[in-house]
């Protein structure tokens, strides 16, 4: 086993939201998905799936 000084970790935290809805839910697996404000409002996107940011919607972290 390698002794490494320090490790780096990355994380896709802008999809988690969505990820966890999916393992709840697998039947919303590959459509477009947005975990955000309730739509009557104007709000912030949390969360997008993979499939929404193809359709060019991103999270505000991004």
Do not use: C, K
């Amino acid at each position: 086993m390698t002794d490494w000084p320090r490790a780096i970790l990355h994380l896709d935290m802008d999809a988690f939201f969505v990820n966890v809805h999916i393992l709840d839910h697998p039947e919303d697996g590959g459509i477009p998905l947005v975990v955000g404000g309730r739509p009557e409002f104007r709000g912030v996107v949390a969360s997008a799936s993979y499939e929404a940011r193809q359709l060019g919607i991103r999270s505000a972290n991004v």
